[in-house]
C-alpha cells in the first residue's frame, strides 16, 4: 500500500515499500515506488559523513544490475562498512552493514 506495486505475495524486495510506510508515517516525502534507487530523487542530497543516524537514508547498489538497489536508514559508519536498518534484509527488519563501495547516495528527508 506504500507504493505503487501491486504485489501479490511477501516474496519481493520490499526494502523501499518499508521506507516508503516509514515516511508516510512521519509526514516525510517519499518515492511512493518500489524501486529503491528511486530514493535517489528524493530529499537533499547529502555526503555520507554528513549523515545523521536515524534520520537520514542510504541508497545501495545491489549486484551486477544497473536498477538493482537496496533502501535504508542511516546508523552509523563502521570502518569500510555502513550501518542501516531496513527492511529485506534476511526477509527481516534488521540491521546490517553494507560497503561503503555499494553507496550510491545519502539523502536526507524534509517535511
Do not use: Y
Request: aromatic share 8%; glycine share 8%.
Amino acid at each position: 500500500e506504500a507504493t505503487t506495486l501491486s504485489a501479490t505475495s511477501d516474496e519481493i524486495p520490499w526494502c523501499s515499500a518499508f521506507v516508503n510506510r516509514l515516511a508516510w508515517l512521519l509526514r516525510l516525502p517519499r518515492s511512493k515506488s518500489a524501486a529503491a534507487r528511486s530514493w535517489l530523487e528524493v530529499g537533499v542530497a547529502l555526503e555520507l559523513v554528513e549523515a545523521r543516524a536515524a534520520w537520514d537514508i542510504v541508497i545501495f547498489r545491489r549486484g551486477t544490475s544497473p536498477t538493482a538497489g537496496h533502501v535504508a536508514i542511516f546508523a552509523g559508519l563502521e570502518g569500510d562498512r555502513v550501518r542501516v536498518i531496513g527492511g529485506t534484509q534476511s526477509n527481516n527488519v534488521t540491521m546490517a552493514t553494507f560497503p561503503l563501495t555499494e553507496v550510491l547516495g545519502v539523502r536526507r528527508l524534509r517535511p
